[in-house]
């Protein structure tokens, strides 16, 4: 049974055991094939990892992560909102361009803006007709705060377009806005409250606000009349005696000082500083008889346009919408962003002494060939300020004011600093400014690659 083979021992099986083993073999290969087909049946039908019966929605999502990734590559969705163009629009703005198009993460954007071709062309073509050292102008639209008009020239050729933006330029006597406005709104005073003072209407002495004689010298006239031939010591009085720093500070903010727009370019606010409970410096900073109180020709119109919208702040804005290649919208200004910072009262008073500022006082002279035969039915306002600088250096001439004819309405800002000659002021500027957007409706920008360069490269 046994044969020995060296020091192993072998079994010999016998011819019944062979053939056992032989069946037993061919039975288990059987087993391996059937096992190995069930196996692949089970591959080709995987069931879903989820417990619960998939849904097609389920399926449909896992046959898409099972797949070769698409050669196919999605564009990922743009939040397009004021941040953004802020962040992409203001460098070329500060520079004057109006990008009509940018490329931002493999797509094209463009870009309509809110300017008015028409007032946007005639103002830079006035600016280097008249080539003042610094010339700035800057028109809104009263309700919707868009930017109608952004055009600024230097005399000495160089970049001027920040000069709209910047808020380096003492406010002078366009803060009397903010003064009154704050006396009629506390029902200090109203349009027809009469006051007196002594001296020089355009003088600031401790004598004339602290100190007021009733002699034969004394002058008595309306706040009406005070507001618009800008009259200093009575405003200064106001600041000192009777709203005071706390007063004046809360209005200035209420109307943006010593904060920032929302909006979808930069620019600078104004600012105010009075030294707590400094009634000299609040009678300085009423008056605007002081360079700490400072303005940008871009918050100058809001400030303007406050008072013809029934005393609604509105952000100044630049971008009217933001299209992809498809022609899809993907940003539109129509959400404004407005506080009210008057009463409707209030802001009527402010009216008839800023209309007060074009028939009778600082403006007058500039304002009378704008008659109501040339233009029937325009309404105009406006505050006037004058005062010495160092940021450019030189003499600061501002306008500020509105025009309204039915529901066209405009708010302009007109700055001029001149370093020794005047070359035109501003009051003329922005009578010729009105003359000329209620002659004839303008257009709209379609085209906005006609604008480059025209906010202020001359």
């Avoid at 706040?223 to 800008?230: I, W, Y």
């Avoid at 609040?282 to 940008?296: H, M, V």
């Avoid at 406006?382 to 004819?405: A, N």
Wanted: hydrophobic share 35%; aromatic share 10%; glycine share 8%.
């Amino acid at each position: 049974m046994f044969r020995s083979k060296n020091d192993y021992v072998m079994a010999t099986p016998s011819a019944i055991t062979r053939r056992l083993r032989k069946k037993k073999l061919v039975n288990l290969i059987g087993i391996g094939l059937l096992g190995g087909a069930v196996v692949f049946v089970a591959n080709q039908w995987r069931p879903s990892r989820h417990t619960d019966p998939a849904t097609s929605a389920e399926i449909a999502s896992a046959n898409l992560t099972a797949q070769e990734p698409s050669t196919e590559v999605e564009q990922p969705r743009l939040q397009i909102d004021k941040a953004f163009l802020r962040g992409a629009l203001s460098g070329h703005i500060k520079e004057g361009e109006f990008p009509a198009q940018l490329v931002y993460e493999q797509q094209n954007l463009y870009i309509n803006y809110t300017l008015d071709e028409g007032l946007q062309s005639w103002a830079t073509e006035r600016l280097k007709r008249y080539n003042p050292d610094y010339g700035v102008f800057v028109a809104i639209d009263p309700d919707t705060g868009k930017v109608l008009a952004m055009a600024s020239s230097r005399r000495d050729k160089q970049q001027s377009a920040a000069l709209a933006l910047n808020a380096t330029y003492p406010a002078a006597s366009t803060f009397k806005v903010i003064t009154a406005a704050a006396a009629i709104e506390e029902g200090i005073a109203t349009p027809s409250t009469m006051y007196a003072f002594n001296g020089k209407s355009t003088s600031l002495y401790k004598s004339q606000v602290f100190k007021v004689k009733q002699n034969k010298w004394t002058r008595r006239m309306s706040f009406k009349t005070a507001f618009a031939k800008s009259v200093n010591p009575i405003f200064g009085r106001l600041g000192a005696k009777e709203l005071g720093d706390k007063k004046l500070i809360e209005y200035a903010e209420r109307f943006g000082f010593n904060a920032q727009f929302i909006s979808d370019f930069e620019f600078d606010n104004g600012s105010i500083k009075i030294e707590p409970g400094n009634q000299w410096e609040a009678a300085e900073s009423a008056s605007g008889y002081t360079r700490r109180n400072t303005l940008s020709p871009m918050h100058g119109a809001a400030l303007a346009a406050s008072i013809i919208n029934g005393g609604k702040l509105i952000p100044p804005s630049i971008v009217e919408s933001v299209t992809n290649a498809e022609n899809r919208v993907l940003y539109t200004s129509d959400d404004t962003t407005m506080i009210n910072v008057l009463s409707e009262d209030t802001a009527r008073s402010m009216q008839k002494l800023m209309r007060a500022t074009i028939t009778e006082g600082t403006g007058r002279r500039s304002f009378r060939k704008f008659t109501s035969k040339k233009y029937p039915g325009v309404v105009t306002g406006g505050k006037s300020g004058h005062l010495s600088g160092k940021t450019p250096k030189g003499s600061y001439d501002w306008f500020i004011g509105y025009g309204e004819r039915n529901s066209k309405k405009i708010a302009y800002a007109m700055l001029c600093i001149n370093k020794e000659k005047w070359y035109v002021k501003s009051s003329v500027f922005a009578r010729e400014a009105l003359e000329h957007y209620f002659k004839k409706d303008t257009t709209k920008v379609t085209n906005q690659a006609s604008l480059t360069n025209q906010a202020g490269t001359s």
